[in-house]
């Protein structure tokens, strides 16, 4: 199934512009003679984030009688099914949170408008970003894009069950890694399905499959092809799959069924974002965090990741494209970056803030670096994510169960990633 954002790009863009066309003033902001401009605000941050994203909004509108951030908070499904009746219907936000694969339907009809002036302007700083992270949001040879939430996903552990097995240092390899895992495993009765797995990866749903590859030297997408069926791809999945023949982990289970088995003291280890500080919390666990360890190739993990987004309609006027342009400029400012981490639990969007500066957030501080090695998954794909999913989470189990013709299983796959992607060129 088409992506809805995708369908009639065209079409829709026409419709969009046609209609807003003919407000003359529209919720985007309002640029009247008398007091400030206000700049309306979507995103769908209902907890602490979402608190942190209010309170910075709050105080970038006391810090100056120019302009006023006013935020609406609605569900992400929510935010998708109304954001382009709302731009059709002149009431829609100058600025929106989303994701990458949104984003990029949303440019290519037009519902988004560049930031490259923000780029390109030394006083918003944006040299301190880090560059494959505003990269995901180049198109055109324009930036569209401005970070928001990169969160790093990252190995969280069970503090007691590593004291109880005396590991003192955390593995730097994967091969490191499944041996961790192997000897946190407990299998008291001998049974082949331990009480207690060293490992809980999410191998159905949330696939981390196209980490693995990227860990190992390759990719499932690039330069516009699929490029999955590769002898390098192959290879890396095989290790995964002997891998798992070792049992030191579930098959089968989604990313909210492999955190489950965390928080109930059934597995020693699990990856996840940032968000498992709240959850450990929630329940009472004592947990540490350390970087997803070197495949072949290099680290690499997935990031959850969110951008702000200029739409058409609030850079349609030049005052509120002011305003929404003064409120990035100040969220991602120095001090309001090391507000948003300390508070919000994601790490800074820039690269000059420092560990000692989020010594009061000791999981934020020690997930600093980790940035450097985590990547938006598929993030350049023209469409048909869905789809894309679910075959590569039907190879994922395929791996995970030991299915032996790797290659062919492969194969199969990258043929059927080619078909999904052709309705989109």
């Not at 046609?18 to 400030?36: H, I, K, Q, R, Y």
Request: net charge negative.
């Amino acid at each position: 199934m088409k992506s809805p954002l995708r369908r009639g790009g065209t079409a829709l863009a026409a419709a969009v512009f046609g209609a807003t066309a003919l407000v003359a003033c529209s919720p985007a902001g309002t640029a009247g003679s008398d007091g400030p401009v206000t700049v309306d605000v979507w995103h769908g941050f209902t907890e602490a984030d979402g608190k942190v994203v209010q309170r910075l909004a709050d105080e970038f509108n006391e810090s100056q009688d120019d302009y006023r951030v006013k935020i609406e908070v609605n569900p992400w499904n929510v935010i998708t099914d109304k954001l382009l009746p709302a731009m059709s219907s002149g009431n829609g936000p100058a600025l929106v949170v989303q994701g990458v694969d949104a984003g990029q339907g949303y440019v290519r009809q037009g519902v988004f408008a560049s930031l490259q002036s923000f780029y390109d302007d030394p006083e918003n700083e944006t040299e301190t970003y880090y560059e494959h992270v505003v990269d995901y949001t180049v198109f055109d040879g324009e930036t569209y894009g401005v970070p928001m939430g990169y969160a790093p996903f990252a190995v969280w552990y069970n503090k007691d069950m590593f004291a109880a097995a005396g590991v003192t240092e955390f593995p730097q390899t994967q091969d490191e890694w499944i041996a961790l895992a192997k000897k946190l495993t407990v299998d008291e009765n001998g049974d082949g399905t331990p009480e207690i797995y060293g490992l809980s990866l999410a191998d159905k749903a949330t696939t981390f499959l196209p980490t693995w590859l990227e860990a190992g030297g390759g990719d499932v997408f690039a330069d516009g092809e699929v490029v999955l069926d590769t002898p390098q791809n192959v290879k890396t999945l095989e290790w995964w799959r002997d891998a798992y023949a070792e049992n030191w982990g579930p098959t089968n289970i989604t990313l909210p069924e492999a955190v489950d088995l965390f928080k109930a003291g059934k597995a020693a280890m699990v990856v996840i974002g940032p968000w498992m500080i709240g959850i450990a919390d929630s329940v009472g666990l004592d947990v540490g965090v350390f970087e997803v360890p070197a495949g072949e190739e290099k680290r690499a993990a997935q990031a959850a990741a969110n951008y702000w987004w200029l739409t058409s309609q609030g850079a349609k006027d030049e005052r509120v494209a002011e305003g929404a342009q003064a409120f990035l400029r100040y969220f991602n400012s120095h001090d309001s970056q090391i507000e948003w981490a300390l508070e919000g639990n994601y790490p800074p969007n820039r690269d000059d803030i420092t560990a000692d500066e989020l010594a009061e957030n000791p999981f934020v501080a020690e997930m600093l670096p980790f940035t450097e090695n985590t990547y938006i998954r598929l993030a350049d794909l023209p469409g048909g994510l869905t789809d894309v999913n679910a075959e590569l989470d039907t190879l994922s189990q395929k791996v995970t169960h030991g299915e032996d013709d790797i290659a062919g299983a492969v194969a199969e796959t990258s043929g059927k990633l080619a078909g999904i992607l052709s309705e989109f060129e």
